[in-house]
């Protein structure tokens, strides 16, 4: 291997293993906050993906219908249980968020013909479809769970995750779908040709792991939510609800997961099932990190990125193998270097 | 209306699982009065608070707060309305600093569009000076003390109508649980209803206006404080020889 094709390896570990870092981000968020291993963070991106390249090909993406379905769903049991709890000032909310806000998006979707718009749009758009199913599938799914153990929560994700990826091949088929890129430019440095999409999927990585810095170390909400999940009993009696929080980081997560489908679909294909291994590199990430630690996850991350495009130069045929191998030594290490200290309330 | 207590407990009952820790207890909270509950460990004190809080659900009884009977009791929504629990173990977030726990402390408050937790702050910190020198420094680095002024200062923060202190004097040197006792008995000036649960009872009934005695989850005894430092089973079991001061 010479000099030139160990830059290409890294520039290519390095803009996958910033996704896996975005992603990772997003697991030990979700899990610090509410307890959940979410195994279907990487179905958030292949919806982004597919929803955006949907609507770039004129069609109204499946994941639509989601959004109407599971607001009606939500609609349904929060209005029942309002009604019940005598809480009538609650129902505005609900049937904004859940009937309205769908139903406005679609009739949007309708008239402006977004393969029209200018990728700023369409990427909004696909946001605006695919963010919103966050905080509903915790609510349909986690909610009703939120006091159970870490055990059954991460059984309640191998269900979203199969059910997600079933509806995805109803949605978008079988067929993958490869987005245009942000920018067609290249950029020449040293001999070096770095695609333009590369620079973009790092620096936009980067904004918004830095925006996700500030969002926690300066606004009250990402404080409550660093509160949540430090002591849960503490941030209930200031008066952050538990379910305010859940929905808070499940929000979080859908974003970053479909922000990083977006990013990734003009350098691979995405299928419908292609978020789960990209998810499970991002889980490795995380685990490095032990679930805790946001900077050790996002190294580790990124080391995940790098170790598989070499390894596909290597050894290509067992490139997923090395990667998933590597989660060994890593536990040993963990378990051998944790202190066990269970938090007593 | 001014005549409604802040809180009346009629009834209460509350059990973990099939074991009944609370047997039918009702006790009430004047206006800008300070209520202490006395009792042995195991007593049923912090169930108690609990239950007030909407931490535990109960089994029976009536709670009724500021006048209105509470049919479901959610911990946000007494939030909401000015009651804040100090619990026993104190629930602070150590890995974060003394002023952020504060300003956490005024999260329903902003929720509900207030913006004076800066004001309110400054006000938490002349109370407590030794917060405002350590505002930076991490809750779970403080000392005993410490932690437990942060826990006080993080309730005042929500500018309650109703403060629930769980064992405020727990663990504490003389010396601080004065200064602790004597910034309780401040807040009632300021017209903050307490209800006080404590080990210390020579210290609390001394403060309260009026005192509950609760034994195995009954109340045994109740009277207005004075009344209490003078009744000899109360003596005998709390406050040992010497009685009054
Ligand atoms: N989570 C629980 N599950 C089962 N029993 C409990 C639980 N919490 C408390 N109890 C029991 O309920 C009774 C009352 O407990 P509680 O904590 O209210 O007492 P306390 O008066 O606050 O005591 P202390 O002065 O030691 O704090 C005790 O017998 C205790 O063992
Ligand atoms: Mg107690």
């Known amino acids: 291997m010479d000099f030139q094709i160990a830059l290409l390896l890294g520039q290519d570990g390095i803009t996958n293993g910033a996704i896996y870092a975005l992603l990772a981000l997003a697991l030990v968020l979700v899990f610090a906050v509410t307890r959940v291993i979410f195994i279907p963070q990487g179905e958030y991106v292949a919806f982004g993906a597919l929803t955006l390249a949907a609507l770039q090909a004129g069609k109204l993406p499946g994941t639509l219908w989601l959004l109407l379905g599971m607001g009606i769903a939500v609609a349904a049991i929060d209005l029942a249980l309002a009604v019940r709890r005598g809480t009538a000032r609650r129902i505005p909310a609900i049937v904004g968020w859940n009937i309205v806000y769908p139903a406005a998006l679609t009739a949007l979707l309708w008239l402006v013909k977004p393969a029209e718009l200018p990728l700023p749009a369409q990427v909004l758009l696909a946001l605006a479809v695919v963010v919103p199913l966050g905080p509903m599938v915790y609510r349909l799914a986690y909610q009703p769970l939120a006091e159970a153990s870490v055990l059954v929560l991460l059984i309640v994700s191998v269900a979203v995750h199969l059910t997600l990826v079933g509806l995805g091949l109803l949605f978008f088929g079988a067929e993958g779908s490869r987005t245009p890129a942000f920018s067609e430019g290249n950029l020449e440095i040293a001999g070096l040709t770095i695609s333009g999409q590369t620079i973009w999927v790092v620096i936009a990585s980067l904004a918004l792991i830095v925006t996700l810095y500030q969002l926690f170390e300066r606004t009250l909400y990402g404080k409550a939510l660093r509160a949540t999940a430090i002591n849960r009993v503490g941030a209930r009696l200031m008066g952050i609800s538990t379910t305010m929080a859940g929905k808070l980081s499940f929000l979080l997560a859908a974003a970053i997961g479909a922000f990083s489908g977006i990013l990734i679909a003009p350098i691979t294909t995405i299928y419908y099932d292609t978020g789960f291994l990209i998810g499970l590199k991002g889980f490795v990430g995380a685990i490095i990190g032990g679930l805790a630690s946001y900077p050790v996850a996002a190294a580790g991350a990124v080391l995940v990125g790098l170790l598989e495009s070499f390894s596909s130069f290597y050894a290509s045929a067992f490139k997923e193998v090395i990667v998933f191998t590597l989660i060994i030594p890593v536990l040993l290490w963990r378990s051998l270097t944790t202190r066990h200290v269970e938090e007593v309330e | ?245």
Do not use: W
Request: aromatic share 4%; hydrophobic share 45%; net charge negative.
């Open chain 2, 1 to 245: 209306m001014s005549t409604a207590p802040v809180l009346e407990v009629r009834d209460l009952c509350v059990s973990y699982g099939k074991v009944e820790a609370l047997h039918h207890v009702s006790l009430k909270v004047e206006t800008g009065q300070i209520v202490t509950v006395i009792g042995p460990n195991g007593a049923g004190k912090t169930t108690l608070l609990s239950a007030i809080m909407g931490v535990l659900p109960r089994s029976q009884g009536e709670i009724a707060y500021l006048g209105h009977a509470q049919r479901e009791i959610e911990v946000e929504r007494m939030v909401a309305q000015g009651m804040t629990l100090v619990p026993e173990s104190r629930a602070l977030f150590g890995e974060m600093t003394v002023e952020d726990n504060l300003l956490l402390g005024a999260f329903m408050r902003h929720r509900l569009g207030h913006r004076d937790e800066r004001a309110t702050m400054a006000q938490v910190f002349e109370i407590f000076p030794r917060l405002r020198e350590r505002h930076t420094q991490m809750a779970g680095t403080l000392s005993g003390g410490e932690r437990q002024m942060l826990a006080v200062g993080r309730a005042l923060m929500a500018r309650p109508r109703l403060l629930l202190l769980d064992e405020p004097s727990l663990g504490l040197a003389p010396l601080i649980v004065r200064e602790i006792f004597r910034i309780v008995a401040d807040l009632k000036k300021s017209g903050v209803a307490v209800l006080l649960v404590e080990q210390n009872a020579r210290a609390a009934l001394q403060i309260a206006d009026y005192g509950y005695v609760l034994e195995t989850g009954e109340v045994a005894i109740s009277g207005p404080s004075d009344q209490l430092q003078d009744d000899p089973k109360v003596i005998e079991s709390y406050l040992g020889l010497g009685g009054k001061h």
